[in-house]
């Protein structure tokens, strides 16, 4: 989970997968309430929702489109397909499911 203000992230906020599975990823309600409480405490907005794909390309599988909940988020996925590469990319998912890519910048480079 990632915080921040609009659209500029500051704050990391790392959580177990509680299914325990390489191709799916939940995170368990409570420790999801906790994240969010801590982010108050850091007078940060939950902005964002970040995940990896260890072997597919860095783009929205159908599960992340069908389960995508809050159309405000965006999506930030790293692909670990080549693993010496990860390529970082981020994405707005519509109610209508359509997908949009947002430029992403690290510590002044550009990803895309």
């Known amino acids: 989970m990632i915080g921040g203000h609009k659209q500029t992230a500051t704050h ?4 177990e997968n509680s299914d325990t599975s390489e ?8 420790e999801t ?9 850091d007078q940060v907005d939950f902005i964002a929702s970040y995940h990896s794909h260890p072997a597919t390309e860095a783009y929205p599988s159908p599960t992340d489109i069908r389960e995508a909940g809050d159309l405000e ?3 930030v996925i790293c692909s670990l397909r080549d693993k010496n590469v990860p390529r970082i990319r981020a994405f707005k ?7 949009q890519e947002l430029q992403v ?5 550009l990803s895309r």
């Open 105 to 109: 910048e690290i510590g002044g480079v």
């Open 33 to 41: 309430f906790n994240v969010i409480r801590k982010m108050r405490s």
């Open 23 to 30: 191709i799916t990823y939940k995170i368990d309600p409570s």
């Open 93 to 99: 998912i519509a109610e209508s499911r359509s997908v």
């Open 73 to 75: 988020l965006i999506y």
């Open 12 to 15: 990391i906020y790392q959580t």
